[in-house]
């Protein structure tokens, strides 16, 4: 069966280090997103990319990075960590930009202390 | 920022009742979409509702869509301790490059 997986599933990181959270999909779609969710906020969308070689900037893009070589994958670096990236992160695909339904990966919980 | 905005915030129900949910939308949009986020997991798919459409069924789900006051409404009919969760809107804006939009959600509680 297709599925999306992100690894890790929980990360504790330091202040400046950088961290790359990894996406990887087998529906085969070409739409794939990021998105952060803390409490009081929802989800908010930091990044997505419609193909391969392309990217987009969301809502809430300082401080991240994406890149997309390949269908399949679509990691998240986190450049210099800080405090305010501790959250709940989560990837997402698609098989339309929005006129269909997007599946989701079960998260990575990280932790910048 | 949110375009959709979901209401009430937190819901607590007995089991058996129904539970409805409303959202909130401010832009002309594709369709609408519902999820369901159970604690600690990623969010899933329920129904999506098309800017076409009125009324959708799937199981004990309901949604209604009401594009001139730019408002949904979900109801889960006989509710069971299972459907604990987050649901969240996500509105797909007409402007077809455009991602989904998701709202912060309501937490529905069903107690048994």
């Known amino acids: 069966d297709a599925e999306i997986t992100q690894s890790p599933r929980h990360k504790i990181t330091e202040t400046g280090r950088q961290v790359t959270l990894a996406c990887h999909q087998t529906?085969?779609?070409?739409?794939m997103f990021w998105y952060r969710q803390d409490l009081g906020h929802g989800l908010r969308l930091i990044h997505y990319?419609?193909?391969?070689?392309?990217?987009n900037k969301g809502e809430v893009s300082d401080g991240y990075s994406v890149s997309r070589s390949n269908t399949e994958d679509l990691p998240l670096t986190l450049e210099s960590a800080a405090s305010s990236q501790t959250s709940v992160y989560f990837c997402?695909?698609?098989?339309?930009?929005?006129?269909?339904?997007?599946?989701f990966g079960p998260g990575t919980r990280l932790t910048v202390t | 920022s949110q375009q959709g905005e979901e209401d009430p915030q937190a819901l607590s129900i007995q089991e058996g009742e129904n539970a409805t949910m409303n959202c909130s939308y401010k832009?002309?949009?594709?369709?609408l979409q519902w999820y369901r986020q159970n604690s600690g997991r990623g969010l899933v798919h329920l129904i999506l509702?098309?800017?076409?459409?009125r009324e959708k069924h799937s199981g004990r789900l309901r949604v209604t869509l009401d594009t001139s006051k730019k408002s949904s409404s979900l109801l889960i009919t006989a509710s069971r301790a299972a459907d604990t969760a987050s649901y969240f809107c996500?509105?797909?804006?007409?402007?077809?490059?455009?991602?989904?939009?998701f709202g912060k959600g309501t937490r529905l509680s069903v107690i048994a």
């Open positions: 529906w085969n779609h070409n739409n």
């Open positions: 832009t002309s949009i594709n369709n």
């Open positions: 997402a695909s698609s098989a339309s930009k929005g006129a269909r339904e997007q599946y």
């Open positions: 509702i098309r800017s076409n459409e």
């Open positions: 990319s419609y193909g391969v070689q392309d990217t």
């Open positions: 996500a509105t797909a804006p007409n402007s077809g490059n455009t991602p989904l939009v």
